[in-house]
């Protein structure tokens, strides 16, 4: 039997209530903006911990606390957050569901993204510019490391390709990057990441 329009309307306007005052409501599985893998510790969306059923989506803050960790899906791109950061997502203009720019405030992020529209991952320092590649960004006080783990990315203006991890570093008020080390990740969690949107593994080997 069909849902009075009455009832239907009520319902509407109380969902609209809540996401007035900024409650996050859970989404039913067939319209979940983001599918989350892993959730572990402190994780937190808008400043309120969160659940897997939770609706992620751009214009949004991630932050994780000291034990928190989390690992989804959204559009095609894969992502983790390593414990104690904050990441502000922001989406392409009329499309929230898919993330244009990834501003990493502090900690790290590991992701791979589907060919597609260009996305950035930016910090204080870095600019990381991307399209169907593979990479890992930490950024803490006056620094940022930047690894391009797969595929082609443009970091601060300078084309980065790598097949196994070509990483760099810039400090603040240093004016060029500098050749860094394969660090703070591995290439089975960027596999991994790989693996949840789809896609086969990307190293040889």
């Known amino acids: 039997m069909a849902r009075p329009i009455i009832t239907e ?13 900024g409650a996050l409501l859970p989404l039913p599985a067939a319209a979940q903006w983001a599918e989350i893998h892993e959730l572990a510790g402190d994780v937190r969306l808008e400043g309120r911990r969160i659940a897997r059923n939770v609706a992620i989506q751009g214009g949004q803050t ?7 960790q989390i690992w989804f899906t959204l559009a095609g791109d894969a992502y983790f957050l390593r414990p104690g950061s904050e990441l502000r997502l ?3 203009p009329g499309r929230d569901k898919l993330i244009e720019v990834l501003r990493l405030i502090t900690g790290a992020l590991g992701a791979t993204f589907a060919r597609g529209p260009r996305r ?5 320092t870095v600019t990381v510019g991307i399209r169907g590649t593979g990479v890992y960004v930490a950024t803490g006080p006056g620094q940022t490391y ?3 783990c797969f595929g082609v990315a443009e970091v601060n203006g300078l084309t980065v390709s790598g097949t196994n991890h070509s ?5 603040r008020g240093e004016a060029h990057l500098q050749m860094a080390p394969f660090e703070g990740h591995t290439s089975e969690e960027i596999g991994r990441l790989e693996s949840l949107a789809g896609r086969p593994y990307p190293f040889k080997p």
């Open 9 to 21: 309307r009520r319902q509407f306007i109380r969902d609209g209530a809540l996401l007035a005052a």
């Open 120 to 124: 950035s991952v930016v910090t204080d």
């Open 90 to 92: 922001r989406g392409f």
């Open 146 to 148: 930047a690894c391009t």
């Open 62 to 68: 991630l932050s994780t606390g000291a034990d928190g």
């Open 167 to 171: 990483a760099r570093l810039l400090r």
